[in-house]
């Protein structure tokens, strides 16, 4: 079978995630589209108490509980393909420091090692938060986590790769399209965390921030692809669930 579905999670964020999305997302994965392709897009993990400069209450909240929510998602989800993200790139980035805190060194490379056996057992591509390396492609469509940010992330990362595009870290469902006589289109799927956070209550550009993941279908044979972001839109879902079947 050349045609073969895929789905795309991104930004769960660990401790952070919104638990009813995760909820949507497991059972349409699992019950509805059966994906052949599972992709997990970046920030697994928020990890911000071990970030550089994290304030004091920042380092107070638990890296165990993170991890674990983490590992949890990973577990059930089993993707194919784990593309890190910024957030989790932390757990690597402190795992070789070779100053500071030897204790959090320690307890991150104990960390990246779980996770590194963990994606051998589930025979799971894992790529780091890289802008070569951490691409992953998909027909003629790249699966990247992310690196631009704003209102233009689409089109930037669009215009970046030269090609069809989808990815997260900026935690909104959006597109866009370059004019052409090849098909070029940029997508950000939605995020799996918890959009309203402390942090962002006086950014009013946060509030395009939105809940959703990536789904669709791709032909191995031809390269012709399909994108469907579901969103969630005042506590309602937009979901297909029948396979257009490429040919």
């Not at 380092?59 to 993200?85: I, M, N, W």
């Not at 591509?125 to 992310?146: A, C, E, Q, T």
């Not at 992330?153 to 970046?160: G, P, Y």
Request: aromatic share 10%; charged share 25%; glycine share 8%.
């Amino acid at each position: 079978m050349s045609c073969k579905r895929w789905i795309a999670a991104f930004d769960v964020h660990g401790d952070m995630q919104d638990r009813e999305a995760v909820r949507v997302f497991h059972e349409f994965t699992e019950k509805h589209w059966k994906p052949h392709i599972r992709i997990l897009g970046g920030d697994l993990w928020d990890f911000r108490c071990i970030r550089n400069g994290a304030s004091p209450e920042e380092r107070a909240d638990s890296v165990t509980a993170d991890y674990q929510a983490g590992l949890e998602f990973l577990t059930r989800f089993k993707p194919h393909v784990f593309l890190r993200g910024n957030h989790d790139e932390r757990l690597w980035e402190m795992a070789a420091r070779t100053q500071g805190d030897a204790m959090i060194a320690d307890y991150c490379m104990s960390g990246a090692l779980e996770v590194e056996a963990l994606m051998r057992k589930i025979k799971c591509d894992m790529r780091p938060y890289h802008k070569k390396k951490g691409v992953y492609k998909m027909g003629h469509l790249r699966v990247l986590h992310g690196f631009r940010s704003g209102q233009t992330a689409c089109k930037l990362t669009c215009m970046d790769y030269g090609c069809s595009t989808l990815h997260g870290h900026i935690h909104s469902v959006d597109m866009w399209s370059a004019p052409g006589i090849d098909r070029r289109v940029g997508w950000s799927s939605g995020a799996l965390c918890q959009v309203d956070m402390p942090y962002n209550a006086r950014q009013p550009l946060t509030m395009r921030q939105n809940n959703g993941f990536a789904y669709g279908e791709v032909n191995e044979k031809t390269g012709e692809f399909s994108v469907n972001l579901a969103e969630r839109i005042n506590d309602e879902w937009c979901l297909y669930t029948k396979p257009l079947r490429l040919k």
